[in-house]
């Protein structure tokens, strides 16, 4: 409990420090999750010492990695799945855990539409996300949302396999992680 | 299919009351007036003359061939004239002289277009041509032009268009421009999406914006001077304003709110656009002398790609407050949204007013039509009558109308391969694929040039 508190703190405190009248946002990493099935992978950089099981916890390779950064969405739906629902269930659990933590959620979609359509469609999945993690109890300030449309898929492939993993809503953290 | 086209030539007529009123008018005092039908045209073009632009002086000779042979690419790409082979022409008529109009009956020539050019001693060329209905031997137009002679291919354009006009009864598009995006690379974050602006007939391109900035969806103001366009600049979508005479581009909408799918009114003085409120998309209106912005939609469904009718009174807009994506039309205000669009099983997008008539060019998919092509561009009237779709493929998008309201370009994809920009008459008749440098999409069609 103890530990608990000074963590809260910690990043109460850093949330103050970095917290200027106007938040500058990072530039976004670049996109380049998995498809849903495979493990992330792993960092492989030489660590000097002995690296602990795993990413660290509360950093982005750890929401990445033990969380899982996307859902994803039927065609021309943005209705959660069960699945979606249980990954948006870690997630929201893990940013509990790091209440210092801020999203941009992106909705995204395969190619198969209109360019217009599909920015709205990815703004809704984008909100669907987004209004699920509310439920559960993030506060909705830390939360914010985009839409890329079709414009940044994860497989520029016209298959049914690239377009399952394209039609998503991906959780970027933007500021709060451990690094 | 004949019913349609009826239909088609019916609203058609309406609308050129005047013109056809002229055209009988006329036709009452010469017997045999020529006239290519806008209907029938396509199977039985009219076959015309245009003679080699005669060149006074050597400067004038080479712009003179140069003109003649972008007006005979564009009466041909009309679908409407099949230009005859120059070399079969047996006589060189002159400006101001009636022509041997036996020996371009010889050749089936039902229009001659002679003309010539000369330069003028303060740098400008002269040129002047005439149009002649050969079977009625009655002269149509006679015209001149004065202008710096980098300026030629415009002279051409325009003297395709006045060409066209005289000859359908409907005006004519040459003097126009196209900006699309140029797409380059892997889609994605990384890759290039220019915005690119090119005469009608491919001639000129020109980038105007640059390789590290993604750009989408341009349309152009009714006064030329600007396109509105959608920029995911900053990892945002929204939308901004850039001014071809400044080359200035300005973000429209501050804040983070994602905005999209921009369109300027019929005067140029408002611009229609979507405005994501956290999931709920909803039509927004900005006045661009005030910066002022109205929220024109108030439903918890998808409101997107307004087009404003011609006269600004209505706009039609896409929305899935059905459960599916439909047509509706509203009030510019935004009341009274009626649905139009009802074809069981089909969705649809991308509408976009006719420029000059109650006609509504879309996108729609999931009734595939009889080639199998999931996506297909069509055409229905503003009350939803008359709906038929005229091209097909793996993916249409952005329809964008010729300022005459005859002519159709859109983007058109196959599986895995690159998008080109396709034109094709209201009737589906004549598609003709439009030649880019590289992957194109979003095609969006000028005024007439001022």
């Not at chain 2, 003679?51 to 009466?75: K, S, T, W, Y």
């Not at chain 2, 901004?240 to 804040?255: I, Q, W």
């Amino acid at each position: 409990m103890r530990q608990l508190i000074v963590t809260v703190l910690i990043a109460a405190g850093l949330a103050a420090c970095a917290s200027p009248p106007e938040p500058a946002r990072p530039p976004l990493p670049t996109v380049e999750a998995p498809a849903p099935a495979a493990p992330a992978p792993r960092p492989t950089a030489p660590a000097p010492t002995p690296a602990p099981q795993g990413p660290v916890p509360g950093s982005v390779q750890d929401f990445q990695a033990s969380v899982g950064d996307r859902v994803f969405f039927d065609y021309d739906s943005f209705s959660l799945t069960a699945q979606s629902r249980t990954t948006l269930e870690r997630q929201a659990a893990w940013m509990q855990r790091y209440p210092a933590v801020r999203v941009l959620i992106a909705g995204n979609c395969d190619e198969r539409g209109t360019r217009e359509y599909n920015f709205a469609l990815g703004a809704r999945r984008a909100a669907a996300a987004r209004d699920y993690l509310v439920s559960l109890g993030v506060p909705a300030a830390r939360i914010e949302t985009v839409s890329y449309g079709k414009e940044r898929p994860i497989d520029p492939r016209a298959t049914e396999e690239a377009w399952s993993v394209n039609r998503n809503a991906h959780t970027q953290i933007v500021s709060g992680a451990v690094s | 299919m004949v019913t349609a086209m009826m239909s088609v030539l019916i609203s058609w007529l309406s609308r050129l009351g005047l013109a056809l009123a002229l055209v009988l008018g006329l036709s009452a005092a010469a017997a045999a007036q020529v006239r290519a039908s806008v209907e029938q045209g396509f199977f039985n073009p009219m076959p015309i003359a245009v003679a080699g632009f005669e060149g006074l002086d050597p400067a004038a000779d080479q712009i003179g061939a140069e003109i003649a042979g972008v007006i005979r690419a564009n009466l041909e790409r009309s679908g409407l004239f099949r230009p005859l082979d120059p070399a079969s022409f047996i006589r060189r008529e002159t400006i101001g002289v009636p022509p041997a109009f036996p020996d371009w009956r010889v050749l089936r020539a039902e229009a001659l277009l002679i003309g010539e050019a000369q330069s003028l001693s303060d740098g400008r060329v002269r040129v002047r041509f005439e149009l002649y209905d050969v079977l009625g031997e009655e002269r149509l137009i006679a015209f001149q032009y004065a202008t710096l002679p980098d300026n030629w291919r415009r002279i051409a354009h325009r003297i395709a268009d006045q060409a066209y006009e005289r000859l359908t009864g409907v005006s004519g598009y040459f003097d126009t421009r196209i900006v699309f995006v140029a797409e380059s690379g892997a889609a994605g974050a990384g890759r290039s999406s220019r915005l690119m602006i090119m005469d009608q007939d491919g001639a000129n391109p020109a980038f105007i914006t640059p390789a590290s900035f993604q750009a989408f969806t341009p349309r152009f103001s009714p006064t030329m001077q600007q396109i509105t366009f959608l920029s995911l600049e900053s990892d945002r979508p929204r939308v901004y304003l850039y001014n071809l005479e400044t080359n200035r581009r300005e973000l429209l909408v501050d804040g983070s709110a994602m905005t999209f799918a921009p369109r300027f009114s019929p005067d140029g003085g408002a611009i229609l656009y979507a405005q994501d409120f956290g999931g709920n998309i909803e039509i927004m209106r900005m006045d661009l002398r005030t910066r002022q912005t109205t929220r024109l939609t108030n439903h918890p469904a998808i409101d997107t790609s307004p087009s404003f009718s011609p006269d600004g009174t209505r706009i039609v807009f896409s929305s899935d407050r059905s459960g599916s994506s439909q047509l509706y039309v509203m009030g510019a205000d935004g009341s009274g949204a009626q649905r139009i669009s009802f074809t069981q099983g089909a969705r649809y997008d991308a509408p976009v007013w006719s420029p000059a008539d109650d006609v509504i060019a879309f996108i729609r998919q999931g009734a595939a039509n009889a080639s199998g092509e999931p996506f297909q561009l069509g055409v229905m009237n503003a009350d939803g009558s008359d709906e038929r779709t005229i091209a097909g493929a793996y993916l249409t998008d952005n329809p964008t109308w010729a300022p005459n309201g005859r002519v159709i370009m859109f983007a058109r994809e196959t599986r895995g391969g690159p998008s080109q920009l396709w034109s094709i008459d209201i009737t589906g008749r004549n598609l003709r694929q439009m030649r880019t440098q590289t992957s194109a999409v979003d095609p969006a069609w000028s005024p007439l040039l001022p």
